[in-house]
């Protein structure tokens, strides 16, 4: 009796891992989500039409910045000072 549950704890946690493999869905590790070239921008940018600075994370020893301005928002990860790179969330 105390065989079942944990037989069925290790087939449910290989089926989820196994559709994660299988399913297609999602980025694989390391690779770069495929946006359009006008999604890409730079934070100077985007203050310059209007964007505004909502909120700002830290990300190791970068900082992801967001900007929103109507119903479009921008996530800016921040390289240095002076360069950033920016892709469209919405």
Known sequence: M???PLV???LLSAS???AQEA???GLKLGQEAPTAPAAKTSMGDLL???YEIK???PNGGKFVVFLQKDQSAYACEMKSLTAS???ALN
């Open 55 to 57: 909120a700002a994370v």
């Open 48 to 50: 310059s039409k209007g």
């Open 85 to 87: 790179q920016c892709g």
């Open 2 to 4: 105390r065989l079942l």
């Open 8 to 10: 069925s704890i290790v």
């Open 23 to 25: 399913g297609g869905l």
């Open 16 to 18: 989820g891992a196994f």
